[in-house]
């Protein structure tokens, strides 16, 4: 059996059992997002940082960038703290995490307006480290798998975002933009993304 290139610069990691170390992250992740669900449905929001987990752990990424997968929307969304994150996993994760994490208030505890968070995000992200692009491709990739299979099923999409369909297909091909990289890991990942951008920007919503 041939060997493609992706095996020799990234050779496969045993995955099984897990640490105790991503155990703990999934339990984190589990308890920090219990009374939240996904975008227009019921379904309970773990699904979305296990799906993240799994996309990097297929791709080749280490345990530390899948378990700051499983964690990426902690800081952002729950009351979890980057310190928390640090003291538990490590100034690794904890430094993904908070790359990962979009300001949500101003400096006097103020909602900040979407367009306005998106596009200082893109910023940070474009200056962000390959651990960091990889797991926003990662989240990036699931939303739009979900957005796909949700107007596959004829569920309402756009109302549920704070912007409307044009400004939230602009910023993902903004985010894309921002995650060039010559690691093949996370090339393999924007393709993908890319590829899904376009079907979901082709169906009517």
């Given at each position: 059996?041939s060997?493609?290139?992706?095996?020799?610069?990234h050779p496969?990691?045993?995955?099984?059992?897990?640490?105790l170390?991503f155990?703990?992250?999934l339990r984190?992740?589990?308890?920090?997002?219990?009374?939240q669900v996904?975008?227009?449905?019921?379904?309970?929001?773990?699904?979305?940082?296990?799906?993240?987990?799994?996309?990097?752990?297929?791709?080749?990424?280490?345990?530390?960038?899948?378990i700051a997968?499983?964690?990426?929307?902690?800081?952002?969304?729950?009351?979890?703290?980057?310190?928390?994150?640090?003291?538990s996993?490590g100034?690794?994760?904890?430094s993904?995490?908070?790359?990962?994490?979009?300001?949500?208030?101003?400096?006097?505890?103020?909602?900040?307006?979407w367009?306005?968070?998106?596009?200082?995000h893109v910023?940070?992200?474009?200056?962000?480290?390959?651990?960091?692009?990889?797991?926003?491709?990662?989240?990036?990739?699931?939303?739009?798998?979900?957005?796909?299979?949700?107007?596959?099923?004829?569920?309402?999409?756009?109302?549920?975002?704070?912007a409307?369909?044009?400004?939230?297909?602009?910023?993902?091909?903004?985010?894309?933009?921002?995650?060039?990289?010559?690691?093949?890991?996370?090339?393999r990942?924007?393709?993908?993304?890319?590829?899904?951008?376009?079907?979901?920007?082709s169906?009517?919503?």
């Amino acid at each position: 059996m041939s060997t493609s290139r992706l095996d020799h610069d990234h050779p496969a990691r045993p995955s099984i059992p897990p640490s105790l170390a991503f155990e703990r992250a999934l339990r984190l992740a589990a308890v920090g997002h219990r009374d939240q669900v996904r975008k227009g449905s019921e379904t309970p929001y773990i699904e979305h940082p296990m799906a993240v987990a799994l996309i990097l752990d297929r791709s080749g990424f280490d345990e530390e960038v899948v378990i700051a997968g499983l964690l990426h929307d902690l800081v952002e969304d729950t009351d979890v703290t980057l310190d928390e994150i640090c003291r538990s996993f490590g100034g690794r994760v904890a430094s993904i995490v908070e790359g990962c994490s979009e300001k949500k208030v101003d400096a006097e505890g103020r909602k900040r307006p979407w367009s306005d968070r998106k596009r200082d995000h893109v910023a940070v992200v474009s200056r962000s480290s390959d651990d960091v692009q990889a797991v926003v491709l990662a989240d990036k990739l699931h939303n739009l798998i979900s957005i796909e299979l949700d107007l596959s099923d004829n569920r309402p999409v756009w109302s549920s975002f704070h912007a409307d369909r044009t400004q939230v297909l602009a910023y993902y091909e903004a985010m894309l933009a921002a995650c060039e990289s010559r690691d093949s890991r996370l090339t393999r990942l924007l393709d993908e993304c890319r590829a899904r951008l376009r079907q979901v920007a082709s169906m009517d919503g």
